[in-house]
């Protein structure tokens, strides 16, 4: 049997230690094991590098992803998809995994339909898969951002600011809402809990009352500047000019996405990869491979993409904002 496995969308810490979980219990079956580099695009240009495990154990500490990862836009088309599972069964290719979010998942349900076995491992920073609780490299990610913003409070104490902290999650707020608890946070602002100018500006002065010296708003991206809102900068602008106080935004960025894989991610990185081999050992294909109340699980991978989105935890971040004003 041959195995090949790709990252889709954004790169995501732990994505590497998910290869090599599924190399090395590929070896353990006697399934050999193919890389396709580049995301699904690579699948069409014929990236395809058979694995070699003592090169990729090199790479477990690593944020990146060493097969590289692309947003494919052409993938979008079908007649692409079906030229896809036809250049992986000349390889003579079994089974297909996709490590990746949402879209990735997507694009391998598509291939399923169209006669391709798949297998979806849940690499993404933005813990959006409702198939699983956990998501490889969400707390990577989640452990940088808090380090980030506590350098921030370091640095806006000691000028008594007011600071934007700009988040990923392409929409979806559990990093705004874990990081925004664990960093005290005086506001986090998501799809569900939206503040005004005038609200921004309401906490900044009741906590300056309060006699904190810093306040720190983390934001989910993509939701200011579009749907008729203010753009972020426009906002801080008007905070400045209320409060008298130095206002900066400052967005994370991509240094979310990369640095020393957490422990937690590590482990159900292999954990999961395991499962997946195993799962194709016993002829269980096109499954999505998670993390259910604490166990790695398995679902078919046409019912995880309908499920619906994960709901966001309005009561939890409005009861942490109301602590934080303290």
């Not at 699904?40 to 003592?54: S, T």
């Not at 937690?264 to 990185?269: C, E, N």
Request: proline residues 2%; hydrophobic residues 40%.
């Amino acid at each position: 049997m041959k195995i090949a496995i790709l990252a889709s969308g954004g790169n995501s810490p732990g994505m590497n230690n998910i290869i090599v979980g599924l190399v090395k219990a590929a070896n353990e079956h006697k399934i050999e094991s193919w890389l396709i580099y580049d995301g699904y695009d690579g699948i069409l240009q014929n990236k395809f590098v058979k694995a070699d495990l003592r090169y990729l154990e090199e790479f477990i500490t690593r944020g990146n992803v060493i097969i590289g990862s692309s947003r494919s836009k052409t993938f979008y088309d079908i007649e692409v998809k079906k030229k896809a599972v036809k250049a992986l069964k000349q390889k003579k290719i079994d089974v297909l995994i996709v490590l990746g979010g949402d879209g990735s998942y997507n694009g391998a349900a598509q291939l399923a339909k169209l006669g391709m076995k798949v297998m979806c491992l849940p690499g993404t920073i933005d813990n959006d898969i409702a198939s699983t609780n956990t998501t490889i490299g969400f707390f990577t990610c989640l452990n940088t951002i808090v380090s980030h913003i506590d350098a921030l409070r370091d640095s806006f104490e000691s000028h008594s600011g007011i600071c934007f902290v700009e988040v990923m999650g392409r929409g979806h707020s559990d990093l705004a809402v874990r990081c925004g608890i664990a960093t005290c946070a005086e506001a986090i602002i998501t799809n569900k809990n939206i503040l005004t100018t005038q609200d921004f500006i309401d906490i900044a002065n009741q906590t300056w009352k309060n006699g904190k010296r810093s306040c720190i708003f983390v934001i989910t991206e993509q939701i200011y500047g579009k749907n008729n809102l203010p753009p972020l900068a426009q906002i801080a602008n008007s905070v400045e000019e209320a409060t008298g106080r130095t206002t900066r935004i400052n967005v994370v960025g991509h240094a979310q996405r990369g640095g020393v894989v957490a422990a937690i991610d590590r482990y159900w990185a292999i954990v999961m990869a395991r499962h997946c081999i195993e799962c194709i050992v016993a002829k269980k294909f096109n499954k999505a491979i998670g993390e259910v109340n604490r166990k790695v699980s398995d679902i078919d991978i046409q019912v995880a993409v309908n499920l619906p989105k994960k709901p966001e935890s309005f009561i939890l971040v409005k009861q942490f904002e109301e602590m934080n004003k303290n």
